[in-house]
């Protein structure tokens, strides 16, 4: 008796215990519930890397910034060494004024190369008439004529030179401002806003050309992927509406829009033949954060917070009241622990 009373107590707290737990699982069905036309998935927050890297190689003179600092587009990162580079360029800019001055030399020249021509033509066009009245002789004429077409052969000859010469300046010119994007390449800075990930080298250490310096996140594109049913996912558009909610922080809805959606099945074969398999396709959906939304927050955000994408397929259906509440200013309350 006394073990038959014993099972009936077992029984009884069993059947309690499967009851509490099945009203917790239909409260959590109903206060999560979404009205049709509103789909969900789970995701988390995510950005786009962005490598930092050398153009040349060199080595690292100076890193300004150590992981999970926050930069801002055109801030100074890395600068690689140019000692090399900057003898290179005192070389080529030397070039430059020996090339200059050896033009002025050859201008000099042809001033006076033209001088004489100019006289040549003067002497030969006086003999010219002369010769006429007989009191220069032919020879003489001839002699005045061939000092006319030296000169002149003199003068184009140094004109060459000179656009030799002017060349060689063009080059060393061109060959300074090679230099000098090399050296300007040479500081690495941000092409975003965001944050460090990783640092890939330190200060003394060789890259090659392409060599990475460090990762960064860039906080100008955050969003969340999640993946819906091929069914819902077929009804997803382009640029519609969508919520982000953090695990972290799940009374607020942040908004987002649709930027993408895969053309391609994950996680089951891209080929089924049958409506059973067909229905358990799924597709990803990225749902992008709008910038001005993300920066008054860009010192909290964090990727790899967990949290669930909304997205509404039927844009006549309206949002549920839990996901208006809008991520409150920054200062008002904080968003997330740190990680």
């Not at 996140?217 to 999640?226: R, T, Y």
């Not at 987002?256 to 959606?261: G, I």
Request: hydrophobic residues 45%; glycine residues 6%; without cysteine.
């Amino acid at each position: 008796m006394g073990n038959t009373f014993v099972g009936r107590v077992l029984l009884m707290v069993a059947v309690a215990a499967v009851a509490f737990l099945g009203w917790q699982e239909w409260q959590r069905r109903h206060a999560d519930g979404l009205p049709a036309g509103i789909v969900s998935g789970n995701g988390r927050i995510e950005s786009i890397q962005v490598d930092v890297a050398a153009k040349y190689a060199g080595r690292i003179r100076e890193i300004r910034i150590k992981e999970g600092d926050l930069v801002e587009p055109g801030q100074l990162l890395v600068r690689m060494d140019t000692t090399e580079l900057e003898a290179e360029l005192a070389k080529a800019k030397a070039h430059i004024a020996e090339s200059e001055e050896s033009a002025a030399e050859v201008a000099a020249e042809i001033a006076r190369q033209e001088s004489e021509l100019l006289f040549a033509k003067q002497q030969l066009a006086r003999a010219e008439k002369l010769l006429a009245s007989k009191t220069v002789t032919r020879e003489e004429f001839e002699e005045k004529e061939s000092r006319l077409n030296v000169a002149k052969a003199s003068v184009d000859a140094v004109k060459a030179k000179l656009r030799s010469v002017k060349q060689s300046v063009e080059v060393a010119q061109a060959e300074v401002r090679r230099v000098q994007a090399e050296i300007d390449d040479s500081s690495l800075v941000s092409p975003v806003r965001g944050r460090v990930l990783y640092r890939l080298a330190e200060e003394g250490e060789v890259l090659a050309a392409g060599g990475k310096a460090l990762t960064l996140l860039n906080l100008g594109d955050v969003f969340m992927e999640i993946f819906l049913p091929g069914q819902d996912a077929a009804r997803v558009r382009i640029g519609a509406e969508a919520r982000i909610r953090l695990d972290a922080r799940p009374e607020y809805a942040g908004r987002a829009t649709v930027s993408f959606v895969s053309p391609e099945a994950q996680f089951t074969p891209k080929q089924v033949e049958t409506r059973s398999e067909r229905d358990k396709l799924m597709f990803r959906v990225k749902l992008q954060v709008p910038p001005e939304l993300v920066m008054p927050y860009i010192e909290r955000i964090k990727t790899g917070i967990r949290g669930v994408g909304y997205v509404r397929i039927d844009d006549s259906v309206p949002w549920p009241e839990s996901l208006q509440k809008p991520f409150p200013p920054p200062g008002a309350s904080e968003l997330a622990p740190a990680n």
